[in-house]
């Protein structure tokens, strides 16, 4: 089955403590993105990857980290995080760029007290 | 950046009644993208307008690009509870990379 799997689903954490929330894709795609979801703000770009070893930033790349060492997966890192950080992400695939189809994984909550 | 301001923010109808979503920017988009999202889940696409003037239909859905590229609405006829969700539109962004932008959503609630 085609998909893009995240883990973990739930995550509660403590300022500083850090973590990483894995990301995989089946369909051999090679545009991977994170994406922050918070009330009233949609969704927000956090990174985005064109290719295996090439990254950028999207519009809220700050206290975020990502690589892509593989195709297949496009781990999120915060390195120190805070309570600004708590929000729901979602890592999404899709073949290339320009109108095609993202697919999303199913979430990760993260909560930084 | 980019900006794609989407309006009403928030819609509660009964079951049966027609509604209008608007998608709206200063700038032009090669393409606009509609997603609907349900609670507990990602958003999963539901069309992609390309050419300016374009009018995409997917059962009761009707979906509409600008001719200039600017903006897109979505029209949904006949509301049924199922519609109800997060409709998300989607556009690339290329004033600095190739980076993807989304409304703020609009968020419809359909009373039976």
């Known amino acids: 089955e085609a998909q893009v799997t995240q883990n973990p689903r739930y995550l509660i954490t403590v300022t500083g403590k850090k973590l990483t929330v894995t990301c995989s894709q089946n369909?051999?795609?090679?545009?991977m993105s994170w994406y922050r979801q918070d009330p009233g703000l949609g969704l927000r770009q956090i990174y985005y990857?064109?290719?295996?070893?090439?990254?950028d930033k999207g519009d809220v790349p700050e206290g975020y980290k990502v690589s892509r060492k593989e195709k297949r997966n496009f781990p999120l890192i915060l390195e120190s995080p805070s309570p600004n950080q708590t929000s729901l992400y979602f890592c999404?695939?899709?073949?290339?760029?320009?109108?095609?189809?993202?697919?999303f994984g199913p979430g990760t909550r993260l909560t930084v007290t | 950046t980019q900006l794609l301001e989407q309006s009403p923010q928030f819609l509660s109808i009964q079951e049966g009644e027609n509604l209008t979503v608007y998608c709206n920017s200063s700038?032009?988009?090669?393409?606009l993208q509609w997603y609907r999202q349900e609670p507990g889940e990602g958003p999963v696409l539901l069309v992609t307008v390309v050419t300016g003037g374009e009018v995409k239909k997917l059962k009761r859905l009707t979906f509409q690009f600008g001719d200039a590229r600017k903006d897109s609405s979505l029209h949904i006829t006949a509301a049924q509870t199922g519609d109800t969700g997060l409709y998300l539109c989607a556009g690339d962004d290329y004033t600095g990379g190739f980076k993807t932008i989304f409304g703020a959503g609009t968020r419809l609630f359909v009373k039976a």
């Open positions: 369909m051999n795609h090679e545009y």
């Open positions: 990857s064109m290719n295996v070893e090439v990254t």
């Open positions: 999404a695939s899709s073949f290339r760029r320009l109108a095609y189809e993202q697919y």
């Open positions: 700038s032009v988009f090669s393409s």
